[in-house]
């Protein structure tokens, strides 16, 4: 092998005292790739020992700051927002089911209430079967803590204009009721009486 | 869930990264990862986890790469606060890409291939707006650093030691930089030339004819110490 070649061998060792048997065996016969083998050896080590550098102490925060820098603060959302945000969901829902559902009321007709609606045809909503009336469990003092201060009284809701109905379908029963405009967003708490085809609303958590 | 997705407010993710940066250290070493100590886990788990929002496994490749890297782009620039910031805008370069690593090859290659581009870059740059540096020609007419002086009377070993410091620094920058990047990443960084040639994205034959090219200059510059 060449003198050429050998060199390329010792240059391409992956350390300097690594040499390949043949490249070895050649630097022990040749001077010139000898003295080849010992400065690729004293250059390879001057520049491993040529002193490191070290990140400062502060890198990491540093960094920090830049990364803040690059991801300014969200601004956080205030409650009304966030009830505006929900509201507005509640009503494109609600919107969409009217629209394909009724037809929109003229502005000169009465507000409807929840006693006037008129019982669907038996053709249309199907009362598997009767249950007799109860008084129902009163609304638990949990339930009332849990629907907000300002919520409207029962007989409030029963004046208030309708804006959809919503059928409620159950184990053993069937029916559908009319809710007021101030349900939408909302979660309403309902008392029915099945027997009568109609609900009302007691509470909302609105 | 999209609604809600596109409801959250930008930043929010990144933030709570940045937020994790404050805990200590030892508190984000105890953190466990897919069962395993964050110091036990592989670059490439690290990575995983950055991509999933965990800000420890972010401090820990940090971390561990901090000084290689400082050190890589020091003998690239020749410049310590240059250096420092083109390392952090290594790391924030993994941090930003984390969604597109694949660990086809690994990690340390692939952080070597963005701090080579950065400071190639960067010497691009300054060949192109033609930076001076402090410096002066000596009686040769070879262009000498100057570093100022600190007062200090120095013993002869460290004045030898530094002289030699300043010599192999100033022997480097001279390079090319196409030479300069991959005789540091194979002698100084002591990285495999089939590593050196996937940063790169040259051929390893390549890689070693230019590290061959770079010794051979080298050499020459720095034969009074060989």
């Given at each position: 092998?060449?003198?050429?070649?050998?060199?390329?061998?010792?240059?391409?060792?992956?350390?300097?005292?690594?040499?390949?048997?043949?490249?070895?065996?050649?630097?022990?016969?040749?001077?010139?790739?000898?003295?080849?083998?010992?400065?690729?050896?004293?250059?390879?080590?001057?520049?491993?020992?040529?002193?490191?550098?070290?990140?400062?102490?502060?890198?990491?925060?540093?960094?920090?700051?830049?990364?803040?820098?690059?991801?300014?603060?969200?601004?956080?959302?205030?409650?009304?927002?966030?009830?505006?945000?929900?509201?507005?969901?509640?009503?494109?829902?609600?919107?969409?089911?009217l629209?394909?559902?009724?037809?929109q009321q003229p502005p000169n007709r009465p507000a409807m209430t929840a006693?006037s609606i008129?019982?669907?045809?038996?053709?249309?909503?199907?009362?598997?079967?009767?249950?007799?009336?109860?008084?129902?469990?009163?609304?638990?003092?949990?339930?009332?803590?849990?629907?907000?201060?300002?919520?409207p009284?029962?007989?409030e809701l029963d004046a208030m204009p309708r804006a959809a109905l919503?059928?409620?379908?159950?184990?053993?029963?069937?029916?559908?009721?009319a809710i007021p405009a101030i349900s939408i967003?909302?979660?309403?708490?309902?008392?029915?009486?099945?027997?009568?085809?109609?609900?009302?609303m007691?509470?909302?958590?609105? | 869930?999209?609604?809600?997705?596109?409801?959250?407010?930008?930043?929010?993710?990144?933030?709570?990264?940045?937020?994790?940066?404050?805990?200590?250290?030892?508190?984000?070493?105890?953190?466990?990862?897919?069962?395993?100590?964050?110091?036990?886990?592989?670059?490439?788990?690290?990575?995983?986890?950055?991509?999933?929002?965990?800000?420890?496994?972010?401090?820990?490749?940090?971390?561990?790469?901090?000084?290689?890297?400082?050190?890589?782009?020091?003998?690239?620039?020749?410049?310590?606060?240059?250096?420092?910031?083109?390392?952090?805008?290594?790391?924030?370069?993994?941090?930003?890409?984390?969604?597109?690593?694949?660990?086809?090859?690994?990690?340390?290659?692939?952080?070597?291939?963005?701090?080579?581009?950065?400071?190639?870059?960067?010497?691009?740059?300054?060949?192109?707006?033609?930076?001076?540096?402090?410096?002066?020609?000596?009686?040769?007419?070879?262009?000498?650093?100057?570093?100022?002086?600190?007062?200090?009377?120095?013993?002869?070993?460290?004045?030898?030691?530094?002289?030699?410091?300043?010599?192999?620094?100033?022997?480097?920058?001279?390079?090319?930089?196409?030479?300069?990047?991959?005789?540091?990443?194979?002698?100084?960084?002591?990285?495999?030339?089939?590593?050196?040639?996937?940063?790169?994205?040259?051929?390893?034959?390549?890689?070693?004819?230019?590290?061959?090219?770079?010794?051979?200059?080298?050499?020459?510059?720095?034969?009074?110490?060989?």
């Open positions: 092998m060449s003198c050429k070649k050998i060199r390329k061998l010792i240059d391409e060792a992956e350390r300097p005292d690594l040499l390949m048997p043949e490249a070895a065996r050649h630097v022990e016969s040749c001077p010139a790739c000898a003295e080849f083998a010992r400065q690729r050896a004293a250059l390879r080590q001057l520049l491993a020992s040529s002193g490191r550098v070290g990140a400062p102490p502060d890198f990491q925060l540093r960094l920090k700051r830049r990364l803040e820098e690059l991801t300014p603060p969200a601004p956080a959302l205030s409650p009304l927002w966030k009830l505006a945000a929900a509201a507005a969901a509640a009503m494109l829902v609600i919107g969409s089911a629209l394909l559902r009724s037809p006693s008129a019982r669907p045809e038996p053709a249309q909503i199907q009362t598997p079967q009767k249950i007799a009336d109860k008084k129902p469990a009163a609304i638990s003092k949990a339930a009332r803590r849990r629907a907000r201060p300002s919520a009284r029962t007989e919503v059928l409620v379908r159950g184990q053993d029963v069937e029916y559908e009721l967003g909302a979660q309403p708490i309902f008392y029915g009486a099945p027997s009568s085809g109609s609900a009302r007691v509470k909302t958590s609105f | 869930m999209r609604f809600w997705n596109r409801l959250a407010r930008p930043g929010v993710f990144k933030r709570a990264i940045i937020e994790g940066m404050t805990i200590a250290t030892d508190q984000a070493r105890a953190v466990e990862l897919g069962g395993r100590s964050i110091e036990s886990a592989s670059d490439h788990q690290l990575v995983a986890a950055i991509r999933d929002g965990d800000e420890a496994a972010f401090q820990e490749i940090v971390r561990r790469y901090q000084n290689q890297i400082t050190n890589f782009m020091y003998r690239m620039l020749d410049d310590y606060d240059r250096s420092v910031e083109l390392a952090q805008e290594t790391f924030i370069r993994i941090y930003t890409s984390a969604h597109r690593y694949k660990a086809d090859y690994s990690f340390s290659t692939y952080i070597y291939r963005i701090a080579a581009n950065l400071a190639i870059s960067e010497l691009r740059r300054r060949r192109r707006r033609k930076l001076i540096s402090l410096s002066f020609a000596d009686e040769d007419g070879e262009q000498v650093q100057i570093d100022p002086p600190d007062g200090k009377p120095l013993p002869d070993e460290r004045l030898i030691e530094e002289e030699r410091r300043r010599a192999v620094a100033r022997a480097i920058k001279s390079l090319p930089e196409k030479y300069r990047v991959a005789v540091v990443l194979r002698d100084i960084e002591g990285l495999s030339y089939e590593e050196i040639a996937r940063a790169l994205n040259l051929s390893e034959g390549t890689v070693k004819s230019r590290i061959n090219r770079a010794r051979n200059l080298l050499r020459e510059k720095l034969s009074a110490y060989i």
